[in-house]
């Protein structure tokens, strides 16, 4: 036994990181590369202060540190730092000056399928095309960078501050992403973790396509065209994320199917809180949908929801849902909160007392005539709404909340941006 233990002591110092050697790398013209030269697996390599104009490429295992005051400059042609190998941890730089080639994906660290489990923390990535692309590198950590794309495009034909595509197990995590174009692209890639992340002046937060098994949580999205959308994707968990004054909608389900929901804050987008298309089978839970043109819009043939638990604050229409049906909005007793409820709650249980109906066939007649607007203050409008309250079998199908909640609980998301980002 004594000799075994002596043989396991013996192998653990041959692979143990004592073993690896630190360069302190000086600040000349090619010393990356020429250290790099120099090193062998395991190795730490130190920038010293100041600009290193070059390209770098690491293709086995190896810490590239730039401690905090180093910048690695391409020069405007290619990516900064391109990772082909295993074990590579990229730390502490700042990088800058790709080329601006989509066709290449010109970035500034790429990622590549043959690079296992890199690391990539604490950068500053500054006015790269794209800020870093996991491009089929598995379980790649992605970690406390800052990321500032473009400004000097028309949005759409910038690139993305983090783009993902066939990178099983990535995480995207504690991230600033600012410019570009969107700040998480995911493209055909499953087992993704994206959380803790901050995304303002941006098309998209997080554009999500074909990327199943996944989370996306606890994030914040500032001032942004769009803050997440899940597209043609299942089994996404979509919690705790925050949309302020997002333009166009906050959360959009695209083709999304079998997916949670749950205990996101989106106030102030100027179409949609939420908008689902074609989206079947989901579970909207505990959200907080204020200020916005319309709180939830369901179309093309979006069905078997489950709705509950949310609150509908101050929205212009809380619901828009054209149907001839009636689709059931609570569950077990409890339904959702909805601050143009003017229900009594006599028994003191916390439920309303009648059920709430969003829409009525004043509501219908509106999404498909404007133009009737103008006749919103009209005598015949006020009496063929009073109709429909006092006698509810005049109302032409689409949502009943049977037990609607008399009064909201914002979620633990709300804390995230107490001033209004």
């Given at each position: 036994m004594h000799w075994l233990l002596t043989l396991f002591s013996l192998l653990f110092l041959a692979v143990s990181p004592a073993t690896a050697k630190v360069w302190d790398v000086p600040n000349t013209a090619g010393a990356i590369a020429t250290t790099l030269a120099q090193a062998a697996d395991g190795d730490t390599l130190r920038l010293s202060p100041g600009t290193y104009f070059e390209t770098v490429v690491l293709d086995r295992p190896m810490i590239l540190d730039g401690l905090g005051h180093a910048v690695i400059d391409a020069g405007g042609s290619g990516s900064v730092i391109t990772v082909t190998g295993d074990g590579v941890t990229v730390q502490n730089l700042t990088l800058q000056g790709s080329g601006s080639s989509h066709d290449t994906i010109d970035s500034g660290i790429q990622l590549k399928k043959t690079a296992h489990a890199p690391q990539i923390l604490n950068n500053v990535v500054l006015g790269n095309l794209y800020g870093i692309d996991i491009h089929g590198a598995k379980e790649a950590l992605v970690q406390g960078n800052r990321i500032e794309g473009?400004?000097?495009?028309?949005?759409?034909?910038?690139g993305n501050g983090v783009y993902v595509w066939n990178a099983p197990g990535a995480i995207v995590d504690n991230n600033d992403i600012r410019w570009g174009r969107d700040g998480i692209f995911v493209n055909s890639s499953k087992n993704n973790t994206f959380t803790n992340n901050l995304f303002r002046d941006l098309r998209f937060a997080v554009h999500y396509m074909y990327a199943d098994n996944s989370i996306v949580a606890d994030n914040v999205s500032i001032g942004n065209d769009l803050g997440y959308a899940v597209m043609f994707t299942t089994n996404v968990q979509v919690t705790g994320n925050v949309s302020i004054d997002d333009r166009e909608h906050g959360v959009m389900m695209n083709y999304a199917n079998k997916s949670e929901i749950r205990g996101n804050y989106v106030r102030g987008a100027k179409e949609k809180c939420s908008f689902l298309y074609n989206s079947n089978r989901n579970t909207f839970a505990d959200n907080w949908f204020e200020g916005c043109g319309i709180?939830?819009?369901?179309?093309?043939?979006?069905?078997?929801?489950?709705?509950?638990?949310?609150?509908?604050?101050?929205?212009?229409?809380?619901?828009?849902?054209?149907?001839?049906?009636?689709?059931?909005?609570?569950?077990?007793?409890r339904g959702n909160y909805w601050s143009d409820n003017a229900s009594f709650d006599v028994d003191g249980d916390g439920i309303g007392d009648q059920p709430y109906r969003p829409n009525d066939s004043m509501d219908h007649v509106l999404w498909t005539q404007p133009a009737a607007k103008l006749l919103l203050g009209s005598p015949a409008v006020q009496l063929v709404r009073w109709s429909q309250s006092a006698f509810p079998a005049l109302l032409p199908g689409g949502v009943v909340d049977s037990h609607p909640i008399m009064k909201p609980v914002k979620p633990d998301a709300s804390r995230k941006v107490p001033h209004d980002g």
């Amino acid at each position: 036994m004594h000799w075994l233990l002596t043989l396991f002591s013996l192998l653990f110092l041959a692979v143990s990181p004592a073993t690896a050697k630190v360069w302190d790398v000086p600040n000349t013209a090619g010393a990356i590369a020429t250290t790099l030269a120099q090193a062998a697996d395991g190795d730490t390599l130190r920038l010293s202060p100041g600009t290193y104009f070059e390209t770098v490429v690491l293709d086995r295992p190896m810490i590239l540190d730039g401690l905090g005051h180093a910048v690695i400059d391409a020069g405007g042609s290619g990516s900064v730092i391109t990772v082909t190998g295993d074990g590579v941890t990229v730390q502490n730089l700042t990088l800058q000056g790709s080329g601006s080639s989509h066709d290449t994906i010109d970035s500034g660290i790429q990622l590549k399928k043959t690079a296992h489990a890199p690391q990539i923390l604490n950068n500053v990535v500054l006015g790269n095309l794209y800020g870093i692309d996991i491009h089929g590198a598995k379980e790649a950590l992605v970690q406390g960078n800052r990321i500032e794309g473009r400004q000097d495009r028309h949005m759409n034909i910038r690139g993305n501050g983090v783009y993902v595509w066939n990178a099983p197990g990535a995480i995207v995590d504690n991230n600033d992403i600012r410019w570009g174009r969107d700040g998480i692209f995911v493209n055909s890639s499953k087992n993704n973790t994206f959380t803790n992340n901050l995304f303002r002046d941006l098309r998209f937060a997080v554009h999500y396509m074909y990327a199943d098994n996944s989370i996306v949580a606890d994030n914040v999205s500032i001032g942004n065209d769009l803050g997440y959308a899940v597209m043609f994707t299942t089994n996404v968990q979509v919690t705790g994320n925050v949309s302020i004054d997002d333009r166009e909608h906050g959360v959009m389900m695209n083709y999304a199917n079998k997916s949670e929901i749950r205990g996101n804050y989106v106030r102030g987008a100027k179409e949609k809180c939420s908008f689902l298309y074609n989206s079947n089978r989901n579970t909207f839970a505990d959200n907080w949908f204020e200020g916005c043109g319309i709180g939830i819009h369901f179309t093309a043939g979006s069905q078997d929801n489950r709705i509950l638990g949310n609150a509908f604050v101050g929205n212009r229409t809380q619901v828009k849902l054209v149907s001839t049906d009636w689709h059931e909005w609570s569950e077990d007793g409890r339904g959702n909160y909805w601050s143009d409820n003017a229900s009594f709650d006599v028994d003191g249980d916390g439920i309303g007392d009648q059920p709430y109906r969003p829409n009525d066939s004043m509501d219908h007649v509106l999404w498909t005539q404007p133009a009737a607007k103008l006749l919103l203050g009209s005598p015949a409008v006020q009496l063929v709404r009073w109709s429909q309250s006092a006698f509810p079998a005049l109302l032409p199908g689409g949502v009943v909340d049977s037990h609607p909640i008399m009064k909201p609980v914002k979620p633990d998301a709300s804390r995230k941006v107490p001033h209004d980002g």
